[in-house]
């Protein structure tokens, strides 16, 4: 049975969490939100970070070890591993479903103790129904059980939809064409969805990673890591509906809604109709499918209830501030 406290643990065995793996996409180990990440873990002063790349990534901040990995040859992945303390998994929807198996493989037989999948949307436990739907959540729900059956721990991230980056990426997401003036509300616009910035999710991150792992005895009321073990960590930034997006882009760009051009569309129409594309082969509808889905009205990305922001001591953020990047990424796509 594993210690319940730190009091439990044989002596000299640390409390902390220090040596962190970070993995995505290629080509950017670090690229989009493991950027973010990256960036808050190495500004605690507490962390030693290693980035996981292809041989052909881009180059890494000088306080990040790069180690080139393989998916073809296990071994690399198993040798980058060694003496990490916890690994996060940030990788693309479209990866290869055998990428995050090979990680969690090796970072078993590595000794790794911890795992953060790639998961960084709903709570896909909470709601196996909108992981069914989005063709997402089973692969998650393994991702899951494979680290627990392997004598791991991991926590799972619950962010809902980038905000800064869905608000940017056009009509497929949060229904906006910035450049155009144009915007698709999902119904009359008006569900409420939580949304994080990347940099809250970094700080997040990097939040949980200094906590103590355990408490250091029953009396011990601090935060710790461990409370979340093999759960989802509910964090956002906004509570917040299209319409309410629409404001505060009106108000970052200095335009009225009359200098917009105003769409409606039925969020179950929309999500049947990219689903039927995205069977046929067509996954330029994914993104599509996806956002209707966990914008459809019955709570799909609805993480207030048990959101971590207070416990984490997590930074208040402004609105049309991060409305003012995302409509500066849209200028620039």
């Known amino acids: 049975m594993s210690a319940r406290f730190a009091s439990d643990q044989p002596s000299g065995l640390s409390n902390h969490i220090k040596n962190v793996a970070i993995v995505g996409p290629p080509p950017k180990a670090t690229g989009r939100i493991g950027t973010h990440i990256t960036r808050a873990l190495l500004a605690t002063g507490a962390h030693k970070i290693t980035a996981l790349t292809r041989p052909s990534s881009s180059p890494l901040p ?14 690399t992945l198993t040798s980058a591993l060694q003496n990490q303390d916890f690994l996060i998994i940030s990788l693309s929807a479209t990866a290869p479903r055998d990428a995050q198996t090979k990680l969690i493989a090796a970072a078993a037989e590595a000794g790794v103790k911890w795992i953060m999948p790639s998961e960084y949307g709903t709570d896909v436990a909470a709601r196996p129904d909108v992981g069914q739907d989005i063709l997402l959540g089973p ?22 939809p980038w905000y800064e980056y869905s608000l940017s990426e056009g009509s497929r997401s949060f229904g906006f064409e910035v450049k155009e003036r144009k915007v698709t509300f999902y119904d009359r616009g008006e569900t409420k969805i939580t949304t994080s910035t990347w940099p809250l ?4 991150l990097a939040k949980l990673l200094s906590l103590p792992i355990l408490p250091g005895s029953a009396s011990d009321e601090q935060p710790t890591l461990s409370r979340w073990r093999n759960q989802s960590l509910r964090i956002g930034s906004f509570f917040i509906s299209q319409r309410e997006m629409f404001d505060s882009v009106l108000r970052v760009t200095g335009t009225k809604e009359e200098d917009w051009e105003v769409q409606y569309e039925d969020v179950k129409e929309r999500y049947e ?21 966990v914008m459809r009205g019955d709570g799909a990305s609805d993480l207030e209830e048990g959101k971590a922001n207070v416990v984490l001591g997590l930074g208040e953020e402004s609105l049309d501030e991060y409305t003012k990047v995302a409509v500066e990424m849209a200028k620039e796509k």
Do not use: W
């Open 201 to 204: 999710c970094g700080e997040a």
């Open 273 to 293: 109709r990219a689903m039927k594309g995205v069977r046929e082969g067509n996954m330029a509808l994914f993104g599509v499918m996806l956002y209707a889905r």
């Open 62 to 75: 000088a306080d990040v070890t790069r180690k080139e990995i393989d998916y073809t040859v296990p071994s």
């Open 139 to 160: 692969g998650m729900l393994a991702a899951r059980q494979q680290i627990v059956d392997a004598g791991m721990s991991f926590v799972g991230l619950a962010c809902g």
